[in-house]
Antibody, heavy 120, light 107 residues
């Protein structure tokens, strides 16, 4: 059974830091692209960052570029999101999501349960 | 960024009704369109990928169609378990972007 379990969320003051973790099981983590997506009541679902299976391709949303860093440890089946210089507007539920590729496209086929980050 | 616009924002329907949700992309995304269902307090769940392909385990009353800029998600014979919020998402261009959601409520 595929499982993605996030941890590391919490309450932090503006300007502070947090590191989210997402532990994967039930599939070959080292073969999967992984993303972080966040959700707020006001802005809905917003893509945050992505990383290729081997870590060779990385991307971050403009809204977090220079402050957040995605990384992974394939030996530990774990995806990370280091969040620095946090702002009130970063308050959200953060999900890690696995990518499924089919034909010429891709989709998020499994999501973790989410980690709540509150900046206040 | 590609903007995704869903309509309506919400709708009320009865068990057994057929409902259709529309998603429009700001530019052509070919068939790189996915649909998700989300219930309160849970993560999104993949329903449809590639505009019209049903994800494994998803009931056949869910169907998707469209290409280019205009897409639809149809739920035929709405069931009690289907009352939720539905999101479209384009995977044609980075950053991937989502619609604002359509909440399906019980009439």
């Amino acid at each position: 059974e595929v499982q993605l379990v996030e941890s590391g969320g919490g309450l932090v003051q503006p300007g502070g830091s947090l590191r989210l973790s997402c532990v994967a099981s039930g599939f070959t983590f080292s073969s999967s692209w992984m993303h972080w997506v966040r959700q707020t009541p006001g802005k809905g679902l917003e893509w945050v960052a992505r990383m290729r299976s081997d870590g060779s391709v990385i991307g971050h949303a403009d809204s977090v570029k220079g402050r957040f860093t995605i990384s992974r440890d394939n030996a530990k089946n774990t995806l990370y999101l280091q969040m620095n210089s946090l702002r009130v507007e970063d308050t959200a539920m953060y999900y890690c999501a696995r990518v499924q590729r089919s034909g010429g496209g891709w989709t998020f086929d499994f999501w973790g349960q989410g980690a709540l980050v509150t900046v206040s | 960024d590609f903007q995704m616009t869903q309509s309506p924002p919400s709708l009320s329907a009865s068990v057994g009704d057929s409902v259709t949700i529309i998603c429009r992309a700001s530019q052509s995304i070919n068939n790189n369109l996915n649909w998700y269902q989300q219930k309160p307090g849970t993560a999104p769940r993949l329903l449809i990928f590639g505009a019209s392909s049903l994800q494994s385990g998803v009931p056949s009353r869910f169907s998707g169609s469209g290409s280019g800029t205009d897409f639809t998600l149809t739920i035929s014979s709405l069931q009690p378990d289907d009352f939720a919020t539905y999101y479209c998402q384009q995977s044609y261009s980075t950053p991937p972007t989502f619609g604002q959601g359509t909440k399906v409520e019980i009439k």
